[in-house]
């Protein structure tokens, strides 16, 4: 009986030391032998909840494992691109919901999924086995993709397969939406991105880079040109403090993107000097989640004299929740690399208002929150409690509080797509949206969600465009 998964302890490789003085990866990775011993911890799971509960991708899981295991590296990375266009991106950012469902987390701790398939990828290119898939045959249909995040590029990968002729329109000057301006490269290094756009060039794919639909080229313009139009335009809009709270703009107060933006520019070479600098600041990091995290890093590297960062909800139990149980992903506590570098985390505060000297933001006013919680002890409802608020000292104020929808300010209006009641595109199950030969997918259909279900929805969204041209070139 295969028992490894008991008798093996799990190995997480940790971070990098002395990490806050540069920007550069900060995960440490598993040599090869150790990643051999871990994906034996994953054999005989007869169970497999990792490729359905947990990945949206449905990765093979248990069975690149067992190659792995078996010293057969390449057969790993022909299995694991069967079902991830980009394994590169998510074995750096994802969350791993993998991990979360893995049979071995019941008895024991899960197999470190992530690390494998960052083995495989890394393996693969070194090795040369990524090769650019180009088709052996075009169909003469073309698709413009609007938008080149995790959801744009893996639908134009899927589609350029196919054979369909794929150009993604992107405003920003380079390539990648959160993968590039967004995510610190501490998370994920940009030579990654480059080293993606490269093969899929190699494969046909075209791109245009500063070109902003709507504004430069007439959404109307390109249906006329094209075949099909995919919709990747993510959820660019951050939500802002409440209007009714003073000195909500004040200067010294930022959204968290023009931020992380800044930095991620000056790191590329884009631009040569931060609009926004943590030097010497003391940092107020409104909002708890991954975003308000990646800001905690990117202003420990800048040099902030201090760190807080705020949230309005309860302190999160250590362990997963009960409301949560296996194979869910569980509701818990989650303290990144950036919270380990040094940052003073609260729960429970209520921003009540910012006060500025000279002309700029000084510090923030909170009250405390009491939570009531709903039947399956999950935080429901607040009241603000009285007579308990106090101030935090802050001259930079970082507003990391999500997204609130899809822009409206030309290519949605133009195209006369329908919008949701969460501002997001609506779409049908086929990712068409109200309007004829437009498709949508990624954060822009479904809200801000994670890098590996923008993968997905890109990846479905291109199947069913596909069918449509299919359709189209049997008429
Ligand atoms: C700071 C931050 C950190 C994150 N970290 C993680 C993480 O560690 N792990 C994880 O899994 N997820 C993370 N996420 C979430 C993840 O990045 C997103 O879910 C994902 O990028 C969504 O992909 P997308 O392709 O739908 O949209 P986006 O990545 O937002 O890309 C949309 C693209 O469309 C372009 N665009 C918009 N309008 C137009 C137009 N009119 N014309 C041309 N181009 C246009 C934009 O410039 C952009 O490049 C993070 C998000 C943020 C904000």
Known sequence: ??????????????????????????????????????????IGCGI????????????????FNRAVREGRMRDAYLILSETSPFPEFTSRVCPALCEASCCAGLPSDAVTIRQIEYAIIENAFAMGYVEPVIPAVRTGMRVAVI????????????????????????????????????????????????RRLDVMRRAGVQFEGGVEIGSDISAEYLRRKFDAVAVCVGTQVPRGLHPDIPGNSLPGVHFAMDFLSSQNRVISGESSALSISAKDKKVLVIGGGDTGSDCVGTSIRQGAASVTQV??????????????????????????????????????????????????????????????????????????????????????????????????????EQLGIQIGPRSTLSVDSSFATNMEGVFAGGDAVSGPSLVVRALKSGKDMAACIDNRLKKIIRH
């Open 48 to 63: 497999p909840f990792c490729h359905g509960a947990g990945c949206p991708l449905e990765n093979l899981i248990p069975e």
């Open 147 to 194: 938008g080149s995040g995790p959801s744009g590029l893996s639908a134009a990968e899927e589609l350029n397969r196919r054979g369909h002729e794929v150009v993604v329109f992107e405003r920003n000057v380079n390539f990648g939406g959160l993968l590039r301006y967004g995510i610190p490269d501490f998370k994920l290094g940009k030579s990654v991105v480059e």
């Open 311 to 412: 949230e309005i909800m309860p302190e999160p139990p250590e362990e997963r929740h009960a409301s949560t149980p296996w194979p869910d992903w569980p509701y818990r506590k989650r303290t990144s690399s950036s919270h380990m570098e040094g940052c003073t985390r609260l729960w429970g505060v209520n921003v009540k208002k910012l006060d500025g000297r000279a002309g700029r933001v000084r510090s923030a006013t909170f009250s405390l929150c009491d939570w009531e919680l709903d039947a399956l002890g999950r935080p429901k409802s607040f009241k603000d409690r009285l007579g308990s608020e106090f101030k935090i000292e802050a001259d930079l104020v970082l507003l990391s509080m999500g997204f609130t929808g899809v822009e409206k300010n030309g290519l949605v």
């Open 1 to 42: 009986m295969a028992t490894e998964f008991i008798d093996t302890a799990r190995r997480d490789p940790g971070y990098r030391e002395g990490r806050t003085a540069d920007f550069m990866e900060v995960e440490q990775r598993l040599d090869a032998p150790a990643i051999k011993e871990q994906a034996s911890r994953c």
